[in-house]
């Protein structure tokens, strides 16, 4: 499958709704062709994150990323957990901390602004997404992801795509230094959450 500048330029409108998308040339935000999931290509991801970044690597079929999507209880919320790269902080079963692509602008280096009022200055970090209404739990996402241990004071789930490597990488490194800048390494459990098989899927359906 080849991906032609005018299949790009849709699935950006459909699944990222970045902040001026329609007036910026989406192959510089580092798209790249995938075929679904690719163990070797996430593992070299991975081994390009700092070395003291411990993580837990998972893998979201299609199922998984509706079940995700359908936690919302209105169409707003639902929209909002829909997107590919998302950041949720748990602290017990609650979720304190949420942050989406579509919310964060670009930067003149074509990149995502995760921490563009400051947001991770502090932590947890200061949510992006309103939380007014989320009943969202790590519970639920336990439920969807089995794997999720959830015996840290802390869980993140990060949401992630080979698709867009540049972006993911910034948006999993904006994490890191937040847990590192003030110590939670020991008190939090991480797992990157790669998407590559719902973008592909979606890719797909607007050929």
Same mark, same amino acid.
């Given at each position: 499958?080849?991906?032609?500048?005018?299949?790009?330029?849709?699935?950006?409108?459909?699944?990222?709704?970045?902040?001026?998308?329609?007036?910026?040339?989406?192959?510089?935000?580092?798209?790249?062709?995938?075929?679904?999931?690719?163990?070797?290509?996430?593992? +070299?991801?991975? +081994?390009?994150?700092?070395?003291?970044?411990?993580?837990?690597?998972?893998?979201?079929?299609?199922?998984?990323?509706?079940?995700?999507?359908?936690?919302?209880?209105?169409?707003?919320?639902?929209? @909002?957990?829909?997107?590919?790269?998302?950041?949720?902080?748990?602290?017990?079963?609650?979720?304190?901390?949420?942050?989406?692509? %579509?919310? %964060?602008?670009?930067?003149?280096?074509?990149?995502? &602004?995760?921490?563009? &009022?400051?947001?991770?200055?502090?932590?947890?970090?200061?949510?992006?997404?309103?939380? @007014?209404?989320?009943?969202?739990?790590?519970?639920?996402?336990?439920?969807?992801?089995?794997?999720?241990?959830?015996?840290?004071?802390?869980?993140?789930?990060?949401?992630?795509? @080979?698709?867009?490597?540049?972006?993911?990488?910034?948006?999993? +490194?904006?994490?890191?230094?937040?847990?590192? +800048?003030?110590?939670?390494?020991?008190?939090?459990?991480?797992?990157?959450?790669?998407?590559?098989?719902?973008?592909?899927?979606?890719?797909?359906?607007?050929?």
């Amino acid at each position: 499958m080849k991906i032609n500048n005018a299949k790009i330029i849709v699935l950006f409108g459909l699944l990222l709704s970045f902040s001026s998308c329609n007036t910026l040339a989406p192959m510089l935000f580092g798209f790249r062709e995938i075929h679904g999931y690719d163990a070797e290509q996430c593992e +070299k991801f991975y +081994k390009k994150l700092p070395k003291d970044f411990e993580f837990t690597p998972l893998v979201c079929n299609e199922k998984q990323f509706m079940q995700v999507s359908e936690l919302g209880t209105d169409s707003m919320q639902m929209k @909002n957990l829909y997107q590919p790269l998302k950041i949720m902080y748990f602290h017990g079963d609650s979720l304190v901390s949420f942050h989406i692509n %579509c919310y %964060c602008p670009p930067t003149l280096g074509f990149n995502l &602004n995760w921490n563009f &009022n400051h947001q991770f200055d502090e932590f947890p970090p200061a949510t992006t997404v309103p939380l @007014n209404g989320m009943t969202v739990t790590r519970s639920q996402m336990r439920t969807i992801f089995p794997e999720i241990k959830g015996e840290a004071d802390y869980t993140v789930l990060i949401f992630w795509t @080979n698709m867009l490597h540049k972006v993911s990488k910034r948006e999993i +490194k904006t994490v890191y230094k937040n847990l590192k +800048k003030f110590q939670q390494f020991n008190n939090t459990e991480v797992y990157l959450i790669n998407n590559d098989i719902m973008m592909t899927k979606s890719l797909e359906e607007v050929e």
